[in-house]
């Protein structure tokens, strides 16, 4: 299991706005930057969000990140239909010396 | 255009090797970590290997000593060497790489291990 957990699925209905936690520790959140993904079903995985806080040219501003200390959340405000999919917090850890991706979480568009 | 193609997966046996092999196109290869994320089915997302823009290599505790990581800047290209491969190394296996996170992916490629 991933040093890093998530909740395993959450849900809303459309214009709702949902938020994802990220549990880590000193070792990994607490002294890295964060990253958030997107894995739609039967496509490659898309960064959503890169150095705790910051989109992509091209992600939508409904998305949006922050870390306090060794956790991090993803926010979806204006819940679409398109944003069903399973969602990761990633980060590197400084004692397993490797990158490491939350447990998943999984959002459901009511 | 991005474009990160991978090759090499299949079915193998178990104890057996696969080379995987992504060819990247689009952007500035050389000056990108590049890394293998795979997913085991009906799992998450798992980080197995990485590689910097100065040779250096990392690996997930799962495959450290099995797995080798390289890559070739002038074509392109990053490697996985997968050896002593086991059942649970049954996965889509995906490229990607980025400089602020990673923002280039490919499609991935799977790999079987059964008997």
């Known amino acids: 299991q991933s040093v890093l957990t998530q909740p395993p699925s959450t849900s809303g209905t459309p214009g709702q706005r949902v938020t994802i936690s990220c549990s880590g520790s000193?070792?990994?959140?607490?002294?890295?930057?964060v990253y958030w993904y997107q894995h739609l079903p039967g496509t490659a995985p898309n960064l959503l969000i890169h150095?705790?806080?910051q989109r992509p040219s091209g992600v939508p501003d409904r998305f949006s990140g922050s870390k306090s200390g060794t956790s991090a959340s993803l926010a979806i405000s204006g819940l679409r239909s398109e944003d069903e999919g399973d969602y990761y917090c990633?980060?590197?850890?400084?004692?397993?010396?490797?990158?490491?991706f939350g447990t998943g979480t999984q959002v459901t568009v009511l | 255009e991005v474009q990160l193609v991978e090759s090499g997966g299949g079915l193998v046996r178990p104890g057996g090797s696969l080379r995987l092999s992504c060819v990247v196109s689009?952007?500035?290869?050389?000056?990108?970590?590049m890394h293998w994320v795979r997913q085991r089915p009906g799992k998450g997302l798992e980080w197995v290997s990485g590689?910097?823009?100065?040779?250096?290599?990392y690996y997930a505790d799962s495959v450290r000593g099995r797995f080798t990581i390289s890559r070739e800047n002038a074509k392109s290209s990053l490697y996985l060497q997968m050896n002593s491969l086991r059942g649970e190394d049954t996965a889509v296996y995906y490229c990607?790489?980025?400089?602020?996170?990673?923002?280039?992916w490919g499609q991935g490629t799977l790999v079987t291990v059964s008997s």
């Open positions: 150095t705790n806080n």
């Open positions: 000193s070792s990994n959140i607490g002294g890295n930057y």
């Open positions: 689009g952007f500035t290869f050389s000056s990108n970590d």
């Open positions: 590689v910097s823009t100065v040779g250096d290599t």
């Open positions: 990607t790489g980025g400089m602020s996170g990673w923002v280039y």
């Open positions: 990633a980060t590197w850890d400084d004692s397993l010396r490797g990158h490491v």
